[in-house]
C-alpha cells in the first residue's frame, strides 16, 4: 500500500470535508505512490519523532497535529517545524495529519474520551449544520430497487444508525424527445407519459458527488430528472464536542480524582466544586472553551476540556463545573484510536505507537 492509498483511505473513514476551516489535516510531506514499510502513530510531529521512525523502519508518520499548519514562506530549519519537514524529506517519510476531521467525527477523538470515562448514551455536543443535502430522483418503476441500490451503495441513504433510507412517491411524468436523443422509453417527436417513482434520499454533502455518478450510471435515462437540495438540518453523527452520564451519580471530588487518573493528569484546573453530584458529563479533546455555552445548555454537570483562559472560568457561573486537564492529556489517546484503526483494517505493515511523550507543558 503506498502513502496515497491509505491516505485516501483514512479519507473514506474520517473525510477531509469534516476538517475546520482552518485546519490543515491530509498528506502533508511524502510521495504519494511511495510504498508503506512501516507506520508510527503519534499525537505531534517533531525531530525525535522522525528519528523514532527511522530506528522502528516506519516510513509512515499519522500525527493528529498538523507539523504545517500556517504558511511557510521558507523551509531553512530556523525552527522545529522546519526541521522536521527537512528531516521527514530526506528520510522518505511521509507525514500524514489526521486534526479536526477526526475531531468532528462521532467515533472520533470525543467518543474515545467519553468511552474512557464509561459515559451512555453519547451524542455530538454541537452537531455539524449545513452539512446535508436531500436528492430526489424521478426513476422508473421497474428499476426502483436497482437505482436505490447504487445510492445507498455509494453512501446516499444514512441517518445515523440507519441505513438505506428512503422515501417514495409514485407518479407520472412526460417527456417529448427530440431527434438527437436517445430515449430508454418513447419515440422521437412524440410525447411519452410514464409511470415513475420520485425517490428521496438524504446524502451528506461531501459524498455528493460520489452518489449522484452512482444513481447516474445505474439510471436507464439518458437525461436523468434529478434534484438536490441543500438542508438546514443540524447532523446530529458529526460536529464538536459529545455528552453523555454516569451510570451512577459520583460525588463531584472523587470523579475530578478518576478523571486525573483515567487520563494521567499532572494537575486538573476546575472551577468551583458545586454542592450537587456528577451525572452528566460534557468533554472536548483539545481547546473546547467555544462548547461552554452548549455544554451548560444541556444541563452537563461537568464540562471536560482543555485551554480555558482565566475568564473563561467565570463563564461557569456556578451552573457547571469546568475541568481543564489538559491539551495533551485530553487527546493523548487519540494515537491508540488511529492505531487499532489501520490494525483492524490492515495487516500489511507493522504499526507502532510512538513511545515519546510529546507534550511540551511539564509540571513541577
Given amino acids: 500500500m503506498t502513502f496515497g492509498q491509505l491516505t485516501q483511505w483514512f479519507n473514506t473513514k474520517f473525510p477531509l470535508a469534516l476538517q475546520e476551516s482552518y ?3 491530509g498528506l502533508i510531506v511524502g510521495d504519494p505512490r511511495t510504498e508503506i514499510t512501516g507506520i508510527l502513530v503519534t499525537l505531534d510531529c517533531k525531530e525525535e519523532i522522525i528519528d523514532e521512525a527511522i530506528s522502528k523502519g516506519c516510513n509512515f508518520l499519522i500525527a493528529h497535529h498538523p507539523i504545517i499548519f500556517k504558511g511557510i514562506k521558507k523551509i531553512n530549519g530556523k525552527n522545529y517545524i522546519e526541521r522536521t519537514v527537512i528531516k521527514a524529506i530526506k528520510n522518505d517519510i511521509g507525514i500524514l495529519a489526521l486534526h479536526t476531521n477526526v475531531d468532528n467525527h462521532f467515533n472520533g477523538v470525543n467518543r474515545k474520551m467519553a468511552e474512557l470515562l464509561n459515559l451512555q448514551d453519547v451524542q455530538i455536543l454541537q452537531p455539524l ?11 422508473p418503476n421497474d428499476v426502483v430497487t436497482v437505482v436505490s441500490n447504487a445510492i445507498f451503495e455509494a453512501g446516499g441513504g444514512e441517518i445515523g444508525n440507519y441505513s438505506e433510507c428512503s422515501f417514495q412517491i409514485k407518479g407520472r411524468g412526460t417527456f417529448t424527445p427530440n431527434e438527437n436523443a436517445h430515449p430508454f422509453i418513447g419515440e422521437v417527436h412524440q410525447r411519452t407519459l410514464t409511470e415513475e417513482t420520485k425517490t428521496e434520499f ?5 459524498n455528493i458527488g460520489k452518489v449522484v455518478t452512482a444513481m447516474k450510471n445505474a439510471h ?5 430528472a434529478y434534484e438536490m437540495y441543500p438542508l438546514l438540518n443540524e447532523n446530529q453523527f458529526e460536529g464538536a464536542g459529545m455528552i453523555g452520564e454516569l451510570t451512577t451519580p459520583i460525588n463531584a471530588l472523587d470523579f475530578l480524582k478518576l478523571v486525573k487518573q483515567t487520563f494521567k493528569c499532572g494537575l486538573i484546573r476546575h472551577t468551583a466544586l458545586l454542592d450537587k453530584p456528577i451525572q452528566k458529563v460534557a468533554v472536548c479533546g483539545g481547546s473546547g472553551s467555544f462548547l461552554l455555552t452548549k455544554a451548560k445548555q444541556q444541563k452537563a454537570d461537568i464540562f471536560i476540556s482543555s485551554d480555558f483562559k482565566y475568564h473563561e472560568f467565570f463563564d461557569a457561573e ?4 469546568i475541568a481543564d486537564i489538559g491539551h495533551y492529556e485530553s487527546e493523548q489517546f487519540t494515537s ?11 495487516t500489511k505493515f507493522a504499526v507502532h505507537l510512538t513511545e515519546i511523550n510529546t507534550n511540551p507543558i511539564n509540571y513541577f
Avoid at 129 to 139: A, M, Q
Avoid at 318 to 321: G, S, V
Fill in 318 to 321: 456556578n451552573e457547571i463545573i
Fill in 220 to 224: 436507464p435515462y439518458e437525461e436523468v
Fill in 23 to 25: 485546519d490543515n489535516a
Fill in 129 to 139: 449544520e449545513n452539512k446535508l443535502v436531500k436528492l430526489s430522483v424521478f426513476i
Fill in 336 to 346: 491508540i484510536l488511529l492505531a487499532d484503526t489501520i490494525k483492524e483494517n490492515f
Fill in 202 to 206: 438524504l446524502v451528506q454533502s461531501y
